[in-house]
């Protein structure tokens, strides 16, 4: 499938938001990309999940990680096509964790998967966790890329749809300034 086809999926679910929004990572912006209404959809979420594991396949992974709730179901999925195990790291006390009793093999080859990567940070927290449980990070995925292919976390990194959509610092965000109110629509609490 290409972008274009990807990203129409997308828009065909009102996934793809217009306004002013408040990102999990705290930054602000005109666009919002809400993945759980396309995930919501069992069939479309294994499809787009297939296309991201052909991607990273060749990673070599043996288990597929990712931050809940928003990388839960991209993680599943992707473990799904790939044939290994699904593992999600929750927050505990602010840091995020592998609980549950998951646990990882000494240097079991991991991927690290996401519904959105914006700046990074959830995807680099979750890489903390497995690799403090001593998995070896061996490639990142997401359905999609908001940074315009800019965030480099070390590793091979693949998405389904690169967007280059502009993140406000909410001092300096045009929204706030011209009195549109801004809306949260993520699912983490704000930091
Ligand atoms: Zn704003």
Redesign the pocket.
Known sequence: MTENEILEIFRQHSAVLEG?F?LSSGL?SNRYIQCALVLQHPRVAEQLCSELAAKLKHLGAKVVAAPALGGVIVSHEVARALGVRALFTERQEGAMTLRRGFSLEPGEPTLVVEDVVTTGSSTRETMTAVEQAGGCIVGVGSLIDRSGGKVDLGVPRAALVTLEVKN?D?AD????QSG?P?VKPGSRAKK
């Open positions: 002013h408040i602000h406000y909410p965000c045009p929204l706030c549109i801004a």
